[in-house]
């Protein structure tokens, strides 16, 4: 399978280069099973976006114009996806508004059937969404990328064997249609 990976462009300003993409995306590839499944990275041109914010600080909030970006392209992302010829298409911003600890907001979401985005972005986040786009749920254990709140994420580094064997027996099934 193929994985794209493209940045979501706000106020027109690339916060990414192609190599910065493409290195996120192989330290990705390392956290198994991903690597096995995804022969082959794309870096795709740059998706302009209307917001001019993503998030509003204290609490942060996404603003309605990014919700309202996300939603348009959730609406063509299967097209954009078949376009760009990749399976799964990962969308990458970089806005670092404060969050309510002084930190940097990190956020991801899946939406569609094989899209989705994530602002300052780092493997262990990346391969969190995608293994919710291959049908794993959030977990409670402590040493899984599915089961860790965001603020420790980066300090795990795989998934639990229970989620490996789902993901390989996910990926055999969605192959079928492929």
């Not at 996404?62 to 959730?74: E, G, H, K, Q, R």
């Not at 508004?97 to 930190?103: A, L, Q, S, V």
Request: a negative charge; hydrophobic letters at 40%; proline letters at 6%.
């Amino acid at each position: 399978m193929i994985i794209g990976i493209a940045e979501l462009l706000v106020n027109n300003q690339r916060m990414f280069s192609d190599l910065e993409l493409e290195r996120l995306m192989e330290g990705t590839l390392k956290i198994q099973p991903l690597g096995e499944i995804y022969r082959k990275i794309k870096v795709l041109d740059p998706i302009s976006i209307r917001s001019k914010r993503l998030f509003l600080p204290h609490p942060p909030y996404i603003t309605n114009s990014f919700v309202a970006d996300l939603n348009d392209i959730a609406g063509t992302e299967k097209n954009l996806r078949k376009m760009m010829k990749v399976h799964t298409l990962a969308l990458c911003s970089r806005e670092t508004t404060p969050d309510m600890f002084g930190g940097v907001d990190q956020y991801g979401a899946h939406f569609g059937e094989g899209t989705f985005h994530m602002n300052n972005p780092f493997p262990q986040v990346i391969a969190h969404e995608i293994g919710h786009l291959l049908g794993l749920d959030h977990t409670h254990e402590e040493h899984d990328i599915m089961g860790v709140p965001a603020e420790i994420l980066s300090e795990v580094r795989n998934f639990s064997p229970k989620n490996v064997r789902e993901i390989k027996r996910n990926v055999s099934w969605i192959r079928h249609f492929l």
